[in-house]
Nanobody, 119 residues
Framework: QVQLVESGGGLVQAGGSLRLSCAVS????????IDWLRQTPGKEREFVAA????????DYADSVKGRFTISRDNAKNTVYLQMNSLKPEDTAVYYC????????????WGQGTQVTVSS
């Protein structure tokens, strides 16, 4: 059973940076993809970025392209989300989740980490 644990959230001023971590434990497969998503109250969860566990191909939402970078360290079983040039509208609870390539159904979610960007 895969488990995901996020960390690294916090309060930052607009224009600042944060790095989120998603520690992955348990068995993953070459077809696994780790996504970062975010949610604010009253809204649906929004896709932010994705990375293939094998191969490392990435994908980003248009709203974060050029500001956020997703990466992985397979030796540490950790996926990172480096967030730069943060904006107040980036404020949300950020989740990592695991799915299979080509499928938008998530098998496991982390508990989430709060990111708050002040103006």
């Amino acid at each position: 059973q895969v488990q995901l644990v996020e960390s690294g959230g916090g309060l930052v001023q607009a224009g600042g940076s944060l790095r989120l971590s998603c520690a992955v434990s348990g068995r993953t497969f070459r077809w696994s993809v780790i996504d970062w998503l975010r949610q604010t109250p009253g809204k649906e969860r929004e896709f932010v970025a994705a990375i293939a566990w094998s191969g490392g191909s990435t994908d980003y939402a248009d709203s974060v392209k050029g500001r956020f970078t997703i990466s992985r360290d397979n030796a540490k079983n950790t996926v990172y989300l480096q967030m730069n040039s943060l904006k107040p509208e980036d404020t949300a609870v950020y989740y990592c989740a695991i799915r299979r390539t080509g499928v938008k159904i998530y098998d496991v979610w982390g508990q989430g980490t709060q990111v708050t960007v002040s103006s």
